[in-house]
Nanobody
Framework: QVQLVESGGGLVQAGGSLRLSCAASGRTLDNYVMGWFRQAPGKEREFVAGISRSGGSTRHADSVKGRFTISRDNAKNTVYLQMNNLKPEDTAVYYC?????????????????WGKGTLVTVSS
């Protein structure tokens, strides 16, 4: 079993940047496909970005393409989400999640382990 802890959230003005980190413990991260998800108040949890076990393949939601970038450092057991040109509609709790499957659909219900989330607030 893997434990995930997110960090790096906070309050930022529109147009600003943040980098989220997701640190894993319990098992090495290269055993998992990793994803970032977010949930805004009153909305369902949604996929933001995902990355394969090796880091060689990534996927980003259309709403964040060109602004957010997912990456991973398996040696540090950490996954990152670089968020640039933030918009007020990016305000949400951001979660990282791990999938034991070799390939993931990044459906929230299909992820096996979740962190507790970190809050990102973007002011206009």
């Amino acid at each position: 079993q893997v434990q995930l802890v997110e960090s790096g959230g906070g309050l930022v003005q529109a147009g600003g940047s943040l980098r989220l980190s997701c640190a894993a413990s319990g098992r090495t991260l290269d055993n998992y496909v990793m994803g970032w998800f977010r949930q805004a108040p009153g909305k369902e949890r949604e996929f933001v970005a995902g990355i394969s076990r090796s880091g060689g393949s990534t996927r980003h939601a259309d709403s964040v393409k060109g602004r957010f970038t997912i990456s991973r450092d398996n040696a540090k057991n950490t996954v990152y989400l670089q968020m640039n040109n933030l918009k007020p509609e990016d305000t949400a709790v951001y979660y990282c999640a791990a999938d034991r499957a070799l390939y993931s659909t990044y459906a929230p219900h299909g992820m096996d382990y979740w962190g507790k989330g970190t809050l990102v607030t973007v002011s206009s």
